[in-house]
């Protein structure tokens, strides 16, 4: 129990610290932000409603009690971050821009499986208890 | 409500949502100029189009099988971000009040087939 608590964790603050990194600019109005989307080719207020909707996402995966909305948290990080990686493909950007995302979906999918592993145990812990 | 009440209210809004959705798949995966001139129109970059259809087109088949909880969970939640992302897009853009309601319609829509998903699976349970 121990173990799954550490893995989840780790690969979740890591997730947390990775949708905060592409938040916390757009919503501050950073210029480079700004220039990143446009880049993509998507409208400014996107950039803000994505940052809203990534807010919302982590409080709904960090807040115990309330499996369903954290699933669909999980979902909607899944369609971000494939959506984000597809943009860049279908520019044709480099790879050097898209290379790290294989990197963001293993930490993506490793907080989903030691999300549920602790789920399971905890309930399991329950019953015994 | 009777079980079989539920069950084919359930068949029918799933059913009417999924072939709603495989159009629009339809749509993008062909890059319709409606689809175009639409994603133009919000802002977006065009490329998406195909994107969103072949996403439509897995949602409705994760909507319409039993088998995969998960992705069916996964596909609903995919589906309410689409609409809400649509209307949120719409109003942003400044457009007029009739242009928001198709998709507040299929969100209501597709709430309407969760929530019947859901008491569903509750009576098969029993």
């Given amino acids: 129990m121990k173990k799954i608590n550490i893995f989840y964790w780790v690969f979740t603050i890591l997730l947390v610290l990775l949708m905060l990194s592409s938040a916390i600019p757009s919503l501050m109005n950073s210029p480079q932000s700004a220039e990143f989307m446009k880049h993509l080719g998507y409208p400014l207020y996107f950039a803000k409603f994505l940052a809203v909707a990534k807010l919302l996402g982590i409080v709904a995966l960090l807040v115990p009690g309330f499996p369903k909305i954290t699933e669909w948290a999980y979902a909607g990080f899944t369609f971000d971050l494939i959506a984000a990686c597809y943009s860049f493909i279908a520019l044709g950007d480099p790879a050097s821009t898209y290379v790290l995302f294989p990197v963001f979906f293993i930490i993506l999918a490793g907080s989903y499986i030691f999300y549920h592993k602790r789920l399971k145990a905890k309930t399991l812990h329950e019953i015994a208890v | ?126």
């Fill in chain 2, 1 to 126: 409500m009777k079980p079989t009440t539920i069950k084919i209210l359930y068949w029918i809004f799933t059913v009417l949502f999924s072939l709603a959705m495989f159009g629009d798949a339809f749509g993008g995966i062909t890059k319709q100029e409606p689809g175009i001139v639409v994603l133009k129109h919000l802002g977006y970059p065009v490329y998406n189009l195909p994107l969103f259809g072949v996403a439509k087109l897995l949602g409705a088949i994760a909507i319409l099988q039993a088998r995969f909880r998960t992705i069916k969970e996964w596909a609903y939640a995919g589906f309410t971000i689409n609409f809400i992302s649509a209307i949120a897009s719409r109003a942003i853009v400044g457009d007029a009040l009739q242009l928001l309601i198709p998709p507040v319609i299929m969100l209501v829509f597709m709430f309407i087939s969760y929530f019947l998903w859901k008491k569903y699976q509750e009576i098969k349970r029993d």
